[in-house]
Nanobody, 120 residues
Framework: QVHLVESGGGLVQPGGSLRLSCAAS????????MSWYRQAPGNQRELVAT???????NYADSVKGRFTIARDNVQNTVHLQMNNLKPEDTAVYYC??????????????WGQGTQVTVSS
C-alpha cells in the first residue's frame, strides 16, 4: 500500500514563509512527476508547482518567484518552500505523485491535504 503523507501547513501572517513536505511511503520502485496542488473554498483545485524525476520544474504564474519545489529521489519526498505568502495563497494544499510500484507500472496518488492559512 502506497501513501502520500503531507506536513508543514499552518497559519502564517502575510509576508511570512512555510515549508510543506510530502513523503511517499510503501513499496515504491521509483517516483516520476511530483506536484503540489491547492484548492481554496469555492474554487477548483489548481496546479501550484510540479517537478519531474529529472528535476525540471514548472510553476503557476501566481507563485513564480515566491515558491520553490524540490525533491529527494532517494527518500521519495517533495517539498514546497513558500515565501512572501499572501492571503490569496490560503487553501488546502495537496501533494500529487506518479509512482512506479514496479518497473513500467505507474499509478497516481494524492495526499490527504494540509491547510495553509495566510492572515493577519
Amino acid at each position: 500500500q502506497v501513501h502520500l503523507v503531507e506536513s508543514g501547513g499552518g497559519l502564517v501572517q502575510p509576508g511570512g514563509s512555510l515549508r510543506l513536505s510530502c513523503a511517499a511511503s510503501g513499496s515504491i520502485f521509483s517516483a516520476n512527476v511530483m506536484s503540489w496542488y491547492r484548492q481554496a473554498p469555492g474554487n477548483q483545485r489548481e496546479l501550484v508547482a510540479t517537478i519531474t524525476g529529472g528535476g525540471i520544474t514548472n510553476y503557476a504564474d501566481s507563485v513564480k518567484g515566491r515558491f520553490t519545489i524540490a525533491r529527494d529521489n532517494v527518500q521519495n519526498t517533495v517539498h514546497l518552500q513558500m515565501n512572501n505568502l499572501k492571503p490569496e495563497d490560503t487553501a488546502v494544499y495537496y501533494c500529487y505523485a506518479v509512482l512506479a510500484v514496479r518497473p513500467g507500472q505507474l499509478y497516481t496518488y494524492w495526499g490527504q491535504g494540509t491547510q495553509v492559512t495566510v492572515s493577519s
